[in-house]
């Protein structure tokens, strides 16, 4: 798993068969707008692994997450848990 991050944009990547791609619309926000697993590397749990990362770093960096991609949306869904992450734009 890697990570990395400029000032506008992210992305997390499972080796080269996963990628979690998001924007950086302000300091504390992460707009995650992109997940995406090569068909070759489908069914492994790496979506879902990027997703773990993810709302960890978001945890960690008090980052808030506007869930732009379905997938994302999907996962918060099924993730109550992870709801505080939620941007609601009262930040």
């Not at 992305?11 to 707009?31: C, H, K, T, W």
């Not at 506007?66 to 999907?74: D, G, K, M, Q, T």
């Amino acid at each position: 798993m890697s990570h990395h991050e400029s000032r506008r944009k992210g992305v997390f990547r499972i080796g080269n068969g996963a990628e979690m791609s998001y924007l950086r619309p302000s300091e504390q926000v992460m707009d995650v707008n992109h997940t995406l697993v090569d068909e070759a590397h489908r069914g492994m749990g790496l979506a879902h692994k990027l997703y773990q990362a993810m709302t960890e770093f978001a945890r960690e960096n008090q980052r808030k997450v506007i869930p732009s991609c379905p997938f994302v949306e999907a996962m918060f869904e099924q993730n109550p848990q992870d709801s505080e992450l939620l941007e609601t734009g009262s930040s």
